[in-house]
C-alpha cells in the first residue's frame, strides 16, 4: 500500500517512526542527488543529508501545507549545505571577469549533450565557490539579489563567480566534445 504525502505528513507530525522512516525512503535518494552538488564528497553529503532530514523532522510543523512538500524538503537541504559550508568558512572571493551580463551560455544546449551524474561531475570539479553560485542561480533558481543575501556576498561576487562556473564549465564541455586530432 502506497501512503498519501498528507498521511506521511501528519504520522511524521505525530512522531510515527514508520511514517518517518517512510519519508525518509520517499525523498531522501533525489535530496542526496542535491547534497552532492553541494558538497565535494560523499561523506560530507550524507552529513548535509542527515543534518536535512533532523531539521525537516524536527520542524515539519511549520510546513504550511501550501506548496510543494518536496520543495519544502529542499529549500531546508538547501539551507543545511550552505551552513556546512558557512562552517567551513568558504571564501568567495571576486574574479574580474568581462561582460558578465553579455557572457551567454545556452545551459540547455550544453546540458542536453551530457548525462545527469557526468554533469553532476563536471559541477563538483569546480572551485567551491562557483560551484555554490552555479547551484543556486542554475539549477535552484535563485537570483543574484538572494543569492547575496543567503551566502553574505554582494550581488556582484555573485555573478562573478556564475560566470566563472560557466566559463570553467564551458571549458569542460569543449574538451569532452570537441574531436581530438588524430594522433600520427
Known amino acids: 500500500m502506497t501512503l498519501s ?9 505525530a512522531n510515527k517512526r514508520d511514517l518517518q522512516k517512510a519519508l525518509y525512503q520517499r525523498y531522501s535518494a533525489k ?3 542535491l547534497c552532492l552538488r553541494y558538497t565535494k564528497n560523499r561523506e560530507e553529503a550524507e552529513d548535509v543529508l542527515q543534518d536535512g532530514f533532523v531539521k525537516v523532522f524536527s520542524n515539519i510543523k511549520q510546513y504550511s501545507g501550501s506548496g510543494s512538500f518536496e520543495g519544502w524538503i529542499r529549500m531546508i537541504m538547501v539551507n543545511t549545505a550552505l551552513e556546512m559550508l558557512r562552517k567551513k568558512k568558504l571564501n568567495f572571493s571576486s574574479c ?9 551560455l545556452n545551459e540547455s ?8 551524474q557526468d554533469l553532476l561531475l563536471l559541477i563538483r570539479e569546480l572551485p567551491s565557490g562557483c560551484q555554490i553560485i552555479f547551484n543556486l542561480y542554475v539549477i535552484e533558481g535563485y537570483n543574484h539579489g538572494e543569492i547575496a ?24 564541455l569543449k574538451n569532452i566534445y570537441e574531436p581530438k586530432e588524430l594522433i600520427k
Not at 574580474?96 to 551567454?104: A, K, L, R
Open 31 to 33: 535530496m542526496f542527488l
Open 96 to 104: 574580474e571577469i568581462q561582460n558578465i551580463e553579455n557572457d551567454p
Open 109 to 116: 544546449d550544453a546540458i542536453s549533450k551530457i548525462a545527469m
Open 5 to 13: 504525502e498528507s498521511e506521511i505528513i501528519n504520522g511524521c507530525l
Open 149 to 172: 543575501e543567503k551566502l553574505a556576498i554582494s550581488k556582484g561576487t555573485s555573478k562573478s563567480q556564475l560566470a566563472r562556473a560557466r566559463e570553467l564549465l564551458q571549458g569542460k
